[in-house]
């Protein structure tokens, strides 16, 4: 995952609250994941892979593709009021059009900060069809679904959305 420093990793929580290490619940809130199935666009710096390192046993992460986060933004993306997040307001309030703002944040020139106004997470349903056949409390490496992804992020996110 260091090859790819800089660039926007998806960080989705996939298990509860209940029976949490204090610590790991803090790690978490700090990171506004909340609750289930919440999902925060970060950008992949040490710190940040600390925090996703800490974490690693409640959520998954990877990578993501300017497709996915534009489908992100435009289905999922809040403003205050729980109102919903449209092109027009991401080209009046970035002065870019919504491909290219998603083009230039998963490149890491952007960040949904410069968005002002917008939820830095999203709400996401459980993924149609479940998740992988091991469930929720093992790795992915492993044929479960914690931990890091890489490339594959983008299929579950989508099944999410």
Do not use: Q, W
């Not at 999902?39 to 990578?63: H, Q, W």
């Not at 890491?108 to 998740?131: E, I, W, Y």
């Not at 992988?132 to 996110?157: F, H, Q, T």
């Amino acid at each position: 995952m260091k090859e790819t420093e800089g660039k926007l990793i998806a960080v989705v929580r996939i298990r509860g609250e209940v029976g949490i290490n204090p610590d790991i619940r803090d790690c978490l809130n700090l990171m506004k994941l909340h609750r289930k199935h919440r999902l925060i666009l970060a950008r992949n710096t040490p710190s940040m892979r600390g925090m996703i390192n800490k974490v690693k046993d409640y959520c998954t992460f990877g990578e993501v593709d300017a497709k996915t986060i534009e489908e992100i933004l435009i289905k999922r993306g809040k403003l205050p009021g729980n109102k919903d997040l449209t092109k027009s307001y991401i080209k009046k309030v970035s002065k870019s059009d919504l491909k290219t703002f998603s083009k230039e944040m998963s490149e890491g020139k952007t960040s949904l900060k410069d968005l002002t106004g917008v939820k830095t997470f999203f709400k996401l349903h459980p993924p149609v069809g479940g998740f992988e056949r091991m469930g929720i409390k093992k790795p992915y490496a492993r044929g479960g679904s914690l931990g890091y992804r890489g490339k594959d992020m983008n299929i579950l996110v989508k099944k999410m959305i």
